[in-house]
């Protein structure tokens, strides 16, 4: 074998290392990029879970409504500088607004971020719409919570049927698990209006 048949098939071998290194490369930055999602995605279970989250969500659900007619709480919503332990629907707002964030740049997966969180972000932009035409109000800007905004919007129609993989099959169809509501409400006295 001459030298130029040894430059070549050295060439070649070259060749074959450098494109499985670059394989390798990109199936590893596959794996970070994953590792990179689930850690974000669990920092937000994390602080979804944490007493600050679920006590807000609790005065959002039970008292917002209510605290709305209340001159004085209104007027604590005007300041620039509105103290979130008086105002815990704040909390939610910019809690949601650091997650459309992460979503927006890529930082979490949003397909999977609103498989699991969708109606949560839908039922609360709905609680906090007025909070957030306040706070834009008091800013003079329409780009206060704008990345929750961005998550309601992306996340609006998602309640059509559910995005099972083909060939999966619901179990609990619509008709069933809204009888089986109903039972148990009027069982229980707990009403008979389930929408």
């Known amino acids: 074998m001459n030298a130029e048949w040894v430059s070549a098939i050295s060439s070649i071998g070259t060749l074959v290392v450098i494109a499985a290194t670059a394989m390798a490369a990109l199936i590893q930055l596959k794996h970070i990029r994953a590792a990179n999602q689930l850690a974000g995605l669990l920092n937000f279970t994390a602080a979804f879970e944490s007493d600050d989250i679920q006590s807000a969500n609790r005065f959002i659900g039970h008292e917002l409504p209510q605290k709305l007619n209340d001159p004085a709480f209104v007027r604590g919503l005007l300041e620039i500088n509105t103290d979130r332990r008086e105002h815990p629907e704040l909390r939610v707002c910019d809690f949601m607004e650091q997650q459309g964030s992460y979503i927006k740049y890529g930082m979490i997966d949003k397909a999977q971020?609103?498989?699991?969180?969708?109606?949560?972000?839908?039922?609360?932009?709905?609680?906090?719409?007025?909070?957030?035409?306040?706070?834009?109000?008091?800013?003079?800007?329409?780009?206060?919570?704008?990345?929750?905004?961005?998550?309601?919007?992306?996340?609006?129609?998602?309640?059509?049927?559910?995005?099972?993989?083909?060939?999966?099959?619901?179990?609990?169809?619509?008709?069933e698990w809204r009888e089986i509501a109903q039972r148990r409400l009027e069982a229980s006295g707990g009403g008979t209006n389930v929408s």
């Open 113 to 175: 971020y609103l498989d699991l969180v969708g109606a949560y972000v839908t039922s609360m932009w709905e609680a906090l719409r007025e909070i957030v035409a306040i706070r834009r109000h008091v800013r003079n800007s329409g780009r206060m919570y704008e990345n929750f905004e961005y998550l309601a919007s992306i996340s609006a129609g998602r309640d059509g049927p559910r995005p099972f993989p083909h060939g999966v099959r619901i179990l609990m169809p619509e008709a």
